[in-house]
Nanobody
Framework: QVQLVESGGGLVQPGASLRLSCAAS????????MGWYRQAPGKERELVAT????????NYVDSVKGRFTISRDNAKNTVYLQMNSLKPEDTAVYYC???????WGQGTQVTVSS
């Protein structure tokens, strides 16, 4: 079955960087666009970044444009989210998802605080 395992979160100070990883299995990874979502306490889950199956197309929510970069390695069945210039408002649990597949991983916590 579909399995998504996120990792790379942590507690960092404002302005720092983190790189999240999502290891996927149970489906033909290159055939699916992928997305990174985040959910802050008391808020709805928000789509942050997307990438096409080939990696040739990406999109970002306005609040992270210029700071976050989504990428993928289809040989490793892994999608990444490079997060630079982190802000306290980026604090959330981050999840990856394959579009068209219903499964979610357990998420990885990102906390940005001084």
């Amino acid at each position: 079955q579909v399995q998504l395992v996120e990792s790379g979160g942590g507690l960092v100070q404002p302005g720092a960087s983190l790189r999240l990883s999502c290891a996927a299995s149970g489906f033909t990874f290159p055939n699916y666009g992928m997305g990174w979502y985040r959910q802050a306490p008391g808020k709805e889950r928000e789509l942050v970044a997307t990438i096409t199956g080939t990696g040739g197309g990406t999109n970002y929510v306005d609040s992270v444009k210029g700071r976050f970069t989504i990428s993928r390695d289809n040989a490793k069945n892994t999608v990444y989210l490079q997060m630079n210039s982190l802000k306290p408002e980026d604090t959330a649990v981050y999840y990856c998802k394959a579009f068209g597949r219903g499964s979610w991983g357990q998420g990885t916590q990102v906390t940005v605080s001084s």
